[in-house]
């Protein structure tokens, strides 16, 4: 495609003049899995809005190669973006895509759609197939309002994608991507019922990413020594806002001290025993 072709993509301006700045791995003979990786992003619809959050932690093969990786980024006033998989395109992916959209709405006066949000960058993740059959994965989860939608209650979006550009809106309300998103998948199942706002579904979110912390190793939970703990956007009719790290380690702090609780209501709490019983 020439850059005449669409003048309004700032990618393809990109693919046409200077190839070279797009993310890409060239000819690095290394394995994706040899390159530190973000893991899990989980993502909470709520009644007039979005929520997205994810883990610190990036690792690399066995190792830890960072606790305070940054993986979800505001793109514009209405959308924001989570990525899991290879950190350095992960990166580079949201950042491109928020100039993609901030270019589109100077060249035309006007912001895109949402649904033109989604198009754009399942563009670039489609882009990014010659390297993702390298092992070079990176997968977005992008969320956003929809102000088009004649229900502001029902405005919120959460779309995944797959490496080769295809997409879908998820419906049920929750969604993760990353290495513990079967873990965070499963406890937002049970948490999600009680969501009905912004600092519920926050609550949900550090609930899934500590439960899925729990099973997956390369996910990082709530690091109370370093004082690291996850990063979090909101988004509604008002526009995006991330969460401010100290309203997340009072959550994250809660959490702990809750299962800490638990716990110790069953290793210690009234019990029958068994032998009593014969």
């Given at each position: 495609?020439?850059?005449?072709?669409?003048?309004?993509?700032?990618?393809?301006?990109?693919?046409?003049?200077?190839?070279?700045?797009?993310?890409?791995?060239?000819?690095?003979?290394?394995?994706?899995?040899?390159?530190?990786?973000?893991?899990?992003?989980?993502?909470?619809?709520?009644?007039?809005?979005?929520?997205?959050?994810?883990?610190?932690?990036?690792?690399q093969g066995n190792m830890i190669a960072s606790r305070d990786v940054q993986?979800?980024?505001?793109?514009?006033?209405?959308?924001?973006?989570?990525?899991?998989?290879?950190?350095?395109?992960?990166?580079?992916?949201?950042?491109?895509?928020?100039?993609?959209?901030?270019?589109?709405?100077?060249?035309?006066?006007?912001?895109?759609?949402?649904?033109?949000?989604?198009?754009?960058?399942?563009?670039?993740?489609?882009?990014?197939?010659?390297?993702?059959?390298?092992?070079?994965?990176?997968?977005?989860?992008?969320?956003?309002?929809d102000r088009d939608d004649a229900d502001p209650a029902d405005a919120g979006?959460?779309?995944?994608?797959?490496?080769?550009?295809?997409?879908?809106?998820?419906?049920?309300?929750?969604?993760?991507?990353?290495?513990?998103?079967?873990?965070?998948?499963?406890?937002?199942?049970?948490?999600?019922?009680?969501?009905?706002?912004?600092?519920?579904?926050?609550?949900?979110?550090?609930?899934?990413?500590?439960?899925?912390?729990?099973?997956?190793?390369?996910?990082?939970?709530?690091?109370?020594?370093?004082?690291?703990?996850?990063?979090?956007?909101?988004?509604?009719?008002?526009?995006?806002?991330?969460?401010?790290?100290?309203?997340?380690?009072?959550?994250?702090?809660?959490?702990?001290?809750?299962?800490?609780?638990?716990?110790?209501?069953?290793?210690?709490?009234?019990?029958?025993?068994?032998?009593?019983?014969?």
């Amino acid at each position: 495609m020439s850059w005449t072709a669409d003048q309004s993509s700032f990618a393809e301006l990109l693919r046409a003049q200077a190839p070279h700045l797009l993310p890409q791995v060239g000819d690095i003979n290394a394995t994706g899995s040899e390159l530190p990786h973000g893991t899990t992003i989980v993502a909470v619809k709520y009644p007039g809005g979005v929520l997205i959050a994810g883990d610190r932690r990036a690792t690399q093969g066995n190792m830890i190669a960072s606790r305070d990786v940054q993986k979800v980024y505001i793109t514009d006033d209405y959308t924001a973006t989570g990525i899991a998989g290879t950190a350095a395109i992960a990166v580079e992916f949201a950042r491109l895509y928020a100039v993609e959209l901030e270019h589109y709405e100077k060249l035309e006066g006007i912001a895109l759609s949402f649904p033109g949000k989604v198009n754009r960058l399942a563009n670039m993740v489609r882009g990014n197939l010659g390297a993702a059959l390298q092992g070079f994965v990176a997968l977005p989860l992008l969320v956003g309002y929809d102000r088009d939608d004649a229900d502001p209650a029902d405005a919120g979006r959460i779309v995944s994608f797959d490496a080769a550009g295809g997409w879908n809106i998820e419906e049920e309300g929750y969604h993760s991507v990353g290495s513990g998103s079967l873990f965070a998948r499963s406890s937002l199942k049970k948490l999600y019922p009680s969501v009905t706002d912004a600092e519920s579904a926050l609550g949900a979110a550090i609930e899934a990413l500590y439960d899925a912390a729990d099973d997956d190793s390369a996910t990082g939970g709530p690091d109370l020594v370093r004082g690291i703990f996850p990063t979090a956007v909101t988004i509604g009719a008002e526009g995006a806002e991330e969460i401010t790290a100290e309203r997340i380690a009072e959550l994250a702090r809660a959490v702990i001290a809750n299962r800490e609780q638990t716990s110790l209501r069953r290793n210690h709490g009234p019990h029958t025993d068994i032998r009593e019983q014969s």
